[in-house]
């Protein structure tokens, strides 16, 4: 069974920078996409950005395009996303999430994860 523990949240001025790191056990990355999430008050689960298991192949979500970097180390089974010129609507919880049936190639989107993270609190502040 894969688990997902996030790490690297906080509280960080608009503007700033912040790096979220996703440990996996269970399952070597190299045989998963994966992904973030995120998911503010009283909203809906967004998706983020995505990698495939290939790890050359990658997909963002416009709101964040340019800003944004997902990318993994297989070597160390983590996942991160570097997160910079943040706005404070950026602000949400953010989740790791795991697809595990994808081929190599495969960018996942956001209904193909199946395991998660418990999450990571971000807050930007203006």
């Known amino acids: 069974q894969v688990q997902l523990v996030e790490s690297g949240g906080g509280l960080v001025q608009a503007g700033g920078s912040l790096r979220l790191s996703c440990a996996v056990s269970g399952r070597t990355t190299s045989n998963l996409g994966m992904g973030w999430i995120r998911q503010a008050p009283g909203k809906e689960r967004e998706f983020v950005a995505a990698i495939s298991r290939s790890g050359d192949s990658t997909h963002y979500a416009d709101s964040v395009k340019g800003r944004f970097t997902i990318s993994r180390d297989d070597a160390k089974n983590t996942v991160y996303l570097q997160m910079n010129s943040l706005k404070p609507e950026d602000t949400a919880v953010y989740y790791c999430?795991?697809?595990?049936?994808?081929?190599?190639?495969?960018?996942?989107?956001?209904?193909?994860?199946?395991?998660w993270g418990q999450g990571t609190q971000v807050t930007v502040s203006s």
């Open positions: 999430a795991a697809h595990q049936t994808g081929g190599f190639w495969y960018v996942p989107r956001l209904p193909d994860f199946g395991s």
